[in-house]
């Protein structure tokens, strides 16, 4: 089945809506093929501000309504417990959350950006997805993020070479408790690296250190900044270090 054909089986959708390359391309296509489509964003302590102001100024850029939804991930024992399938106890209660707004707003289906390419053994979050019902067009398709991320570009989406971003709970090894003070020092260690120009890297704790992963390209960046870097992240972690094996 291709795209304009699903949305006219689902001429009323409600969107999962996280800024990112796959979600907005699926909010565009909705409004593209004339569904009738509202987005919803959900805000939680995992998410870093910049995601939401993303989201919100695509939302204003096709002219589409988007909910804010507030979600207090770390009022779960579970989840700030840090399982190993940490992720579908978190996509559980968001799009639990989301269900429950689109319901009150007139929405029965409610869609994500998972595509062809996201391999369900390595997504626990795919299972929450599951059992809630929630459709996945993009998948469905058989479109891949190479292919997302092309059509994205003809369509004039600015996410169309937006690096993946998973959320800030990804930086906290399996089994370590998350706290607010840890997603709080992860923000603010990648939001400074941001400001340098870097991209598509990850701050993970290591211990109390902060570890540095970047694509090989990067690495000359990091050495650069050295100093600024140790100054700056040694205000949140004990030490810095960089993973010479590096992020791909």
Same mark, same amino acid.
């Given at each position: 089945?291709?795209?304009?054909?699903?949305? *006219?089986?689902?001429?009323?959708?409600?969107?999962? %809506? #996280?800024?990112?390359? @796959?979600? +907005?391309?699926?909010?565009?296509? =909705? /409004?593209?093929?004339?569904?009738?489509?509202?987005?919803?964003?959900?805000?939680?302590?995992?998410?870093?501000?910049?995601?939401?102001?993303?989201?919100?100024?695509?939302?204003?850029?096709?002219?589409?309504?988007?909910?804010?939804?507030?979600?207090?991930?770390?009022?779960?024992?579970?989840?700030?417990?840090?399982?190993?399938?940490?992720?579908?106890?978190?996509?559980?209660?968001?799009?639990?959350? *989301?269900?429950?707004?689109?319901?009150?707003?007139? %929405? #029965?289906?409610?869609? @994500?950006? +998972?595509?062809?390419?996201?391999? =369900? /053994?390595?997504?626990?979050?795919?299972?929450?997805?599951?059992?809630?019902?929630?459709?996945?067009?993009?998948?469905?398709?058989?479109?891949?993020?190479?292919?997302?991320?092309?059509?994205?570009?003809?369509?004039?989406?600015?996410?169309?070479?937006?690096?993946?971003?998973?959320?800030?709970?990804?930086?906290?090894?399996?089994?370590?408790?998350?706290?607010?003070?840890?997603?709080?020092?992860?923000?603010?260690?990648?939001?400074?690296?941001?400001?340098?120009?870097?991209?598509?890297?990850?701050?993970?704790?290591?211990?109390?250190? =902060? /570890?540095?992963?970047?694509?090989?390209?990067?690495?000359?960046?990091?050495?650069?900044?050295?100093?600024?870097?140790?100054?700056?992240?040694?205000?949140?972690?004990?030490?810095?270090?960089?993973?010479?094996?590096?992020?791909?």
């Amino acid at each position: 089945m291709k795209l304009n054909e699903y949305f *006219i089986e689902h001429p009323k959708v409600a969107v999962a %809506f #996280s800024g990112g390359v @796959d979600s +907005t391309y699926l909010l565009y296509a =909705a /409004k593209r093929y004339g569904t009738k489509v509202q987005a919803y964003y959900v805000k939680s302590a995992f998410q870093p501000q910049f995601e939401l102001d993303d989201a919100q100024q695509l939302a204003e850029k096709l002219n589409i309504p988007m909910r804010v939804l507030t979600v207090d991930v770390l009022s779960s024992k579970t989840i700030v417990g840090n399982p190993s399938d940490r992720c579908y106890y978190c996509k559980r209660v968001i799009f639990e959350t *989301i269900v429950q707004a689109a319901a009150e707003d007139g %929405f #029965s289906v409610l869609l @994500d950006g +998972t595509n062809a390419s996201d391999d =369900a /053994k390595d997504r626990p979050g795919m299972r929450a997805i599951r059992e809630l019902s929630v459709l996945s067009p993009l998948r469905e398709c058989g479109l891949t993020k190479a292919e997302i991320r092309q059509l994205s570009k003809e369509a004039g989406l600015f996410t169309w070479d937006k690096p993946a971003y998973a959320c800030l709970a990804t930086r906290i090894p399996a089994g370590e408790t998350i706290t607010k003070e840890k997603l709080r020092a992860t923000e603010a260690a990648e939001n400074f690296l941001f400001s340098l120009g870097l991209k598509d890297f990850r701050v993970r704790r290591f211990g109390e250190a =902060a /570890k540095i992963q970047v694509p090989d390209d990067q690495i000359g960046k990091i050495i650069e900044n050295r100093n600024r870097i140790l100054t700056e992240l040694k205000k949140y972690y004990s030490a810095v270090l960089l993973d010479l094996e590096v992020r791909e």
